[in-house]
C-alpha cells in the first residue's frame, strides 16, 4: 500500500475520499472506473476497522425492514463481484436462520418477518416439526424460527485485499497512513494530511465511526453514537451448521466458515472510546454472547474459543446511513453508519460513487439525507 506522497500541490484529483474502508474502497473502485482521478486517504492502513473486523454476515433477515430493499440490492452487487471484478470473499449464500427462544420474542418474530416480507424478502416461518427437520442442529429450546433463503455471509479477510487490488486496478491512488485533520471547503475542496494538503472537485466523507469527528472539521454537527462490538472465533468444529443464523431481539450472529471454525457475533458491547483508539473485550459480554450461542446450537458445547476482538462501529440516532451530500457543500458528500453496512458496503459505495459522478442514484437516497439531524 503506498504510504507517502499525495501528490504534486497544484494536482486536483475528480474525487477524494476519505476512508479506505468497504463504503470508501468500492466508491473510489467505481469513480475510477468512470474514468475520473480518484484519491483515497486513510489515517492508518486500509481496511483495518470496522471492514476488517466485523463477522462476515450477509443477513437480509437482520437488516430494519426500510433497508430491506437496499440489502437485497447489495446481495446482488455482491453476486457479481467475482465475474466483474475478480473479487473472491468465499461469498456464500447459504440461507439463514432467525430464532427465537422464548413466546415474546416469537410474536416479535413474526412480526418483523411480515415487515420485512412487505418490504421484499423471501422469508417463511417454520413450524418447530420443520426446525427439527430442516435444521436438527438447532436446539429443540428454539420455540420459533424463520428461515430465509436469502441470507448467507463471506470473508472480510479475504474481501479486504481483494477489493484495494480492484480499486488499484482500476486506477484509485491509495494513500496508507494520511489522517486527515482538516477540510476547506470551496469550489475544490481542500483537505490537510502531515503529508500535504489534497485538493479535488468532490469530497466523499467515509470515515465510518468517525464521521462526526470529520464533519466537525467543516463546523457540522452529525450525530454518531459509538458501539463497541464483538466477535468471536471457535476452534473447527466437527458438526455441520449451515447458513447463517440470527436472533429475534438482534443479539446473536453464528455461522460456520469453510474451515469449520465458528464465528459468534451479535453486538455484545466491549470497551473503548475513539479519543483513545481503545477498543478492548469485555469478557463477561462475551460469556454471555457464548451462553446464548450454546442455548441455540448446542453443537458447540465443547469447541475451545480462540479469540474474541471488538472493532468501532457508529449509528446514527434513527440507525439508518447517512449517505448524500451535505448540507450548504454540495461537493462534499457522506456516505456512513449503516446498520449490517459489512451487507450494505457495496450498495452504500454505488450509491456514493453514483452521487459524487453527478448521476442521479439508482435506488432512493432520501430517507438517508444527512439533514435529518445535521446541524451546521
Ligand atoms: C465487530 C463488528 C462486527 C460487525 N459485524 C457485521 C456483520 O456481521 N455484518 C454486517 O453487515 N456488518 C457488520 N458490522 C458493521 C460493518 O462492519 C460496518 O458497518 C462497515 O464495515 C462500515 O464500513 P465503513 O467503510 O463505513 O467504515 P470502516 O470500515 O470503519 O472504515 C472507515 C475508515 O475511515 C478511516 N478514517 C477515519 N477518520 C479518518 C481521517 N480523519 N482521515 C483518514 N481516514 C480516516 C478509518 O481509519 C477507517 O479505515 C460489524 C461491525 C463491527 C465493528
Redesign the pocket.
Known amino acids: 500500500m503506498r504510504a507517502a506522497g499525495v501528490g504534486n500541490d497544484r494536482q486536483i484529483y475528480d474525487s477524494l475520499i ?7 474502497l468500492y466508491a473510489a473502485m467505481l469513480l475510477a472506473q468512470k474514468g475520473q482521478s480518484v484519491a483515497l ?4 492502513e ?14 437480509v433477515q437482520n437488516k430494519l425492514p426500510a433497508l430491506v430493499p437496499y440489502a437485497l440490492w447489495s446481495w446482488e452487487i455482491w453476486q457479481g463481484l467475482l465475474t466483474q471484478f475478480g473479487i473472491d470473499a468465499h461469498l456464500r449464500r447459504a440461507g439463514g436462520w432467525k430464532v427465537a427462544m422464548t413466546a415474546n420474542e416469537a410474536d416479535r418474530l413474526r412480526d418483523v418477518a411480515r415487515q420485512q416480507a412487505e418490504a421484499g424478502a423471501r422469508i417463511e416461518i417454520l413450524t418447530q416439526a420443520q426446525i427439527g427437520d430442516r435444521a436438527p442442529w438447532l436446539s429443540p429450546d428454539v420455540a420459533a424460527a424463520s428461515y430465509s433463503p436469502q441470507d448467507g455471509f463471506a470473508s ?1 479477510t479475504l474481501m479486504g485485499p481483494a477489493l484495494a487490488k480492484a480499486a488499484a486496478n482500476a486506477g484509485v491512488q491509495i494513500f496508507a497512513h ?4 482538516a477540510i476547506h471547503p470551496g469550489p475544490s475542496p481542500e483537505v490537510d494530511t502531515p503529508h500535504g494538503r489534497v485538493r479535488a472537485r468532490r469530497l466523499g466523507i ?5 464521521t462526526q ?2 464533519a466537525a472539521m467543516l463546523g457540522v454537527h452529525l450525530p454518531v453514537a459509538l ?1 463497541v ?3 468471536t472465533v471457535t476452534e473447527p468444529a466437527p458438526f455441520t451448521m449451515q447458513g447463517l443464523v440470527s436472533h429475534a431481539r438482534g443479539i446473536l ?1 453464528l455461522k460456520q466458515a469453510l474451515n469449520g471454525s465458528c464465528l459468534i ?1 451479535g453486538g455484545w458491547q466491549g470497551i473503548g472510546t475513539l479519543e483513545d483508539r481503545r477498543k478492548d473485550v469485555d469478557h463477561d459480554q462475551v460469556v454471555h454472547n457464548i451462553r446464548l450461542a450454546l442455548r441455540v446450537v448446542p453443537g458447540l458445547a465443547g469447541l475451545n474459543a480462540l479469540r474474541s ?6 449509528v446514527t440516532p434513527d440507525s439508518l446511513p447517512y449517505l448524500g451530500p451535505l448540507q450548504g457543500h454540495d461537493n462534499i458528500f457522506v ?11 457495496p450498495a452504500m459505495g454505488q450509491l456514493l460513487a453514483e452521487v459524487m459522478a453527478g448521476q442521479a442514484p439508482s435506488r432512493p437516497i432520501e430517507i438517508f439525507d444527512p439533514a435529518r439531524f445535521q446541524h451546521g
Do not use: K, Q
Open positions: 476519505i476512508g479506505g474502508g468497504i463504503f470508501g486517504l486513510d489515517r492508518g486500509i481496511w483495518t476497522e470496522a471492514s476488517a473486523v466485523n463477522a462476515g454476515s450477509l443477513g472480510p494520511h489522517p486527515v485533520s467515509a470515515t465510518g465511526a468517525w469527528i470529520t458501539d462490538n464483538m466477535v450472529t457475533g476482538w471488538a472493532g468501532y462501529e457508529g456516505a456512513a453508519c449503516a446498520r449490517g453496512g459489512f451487507t450494505l458496503g
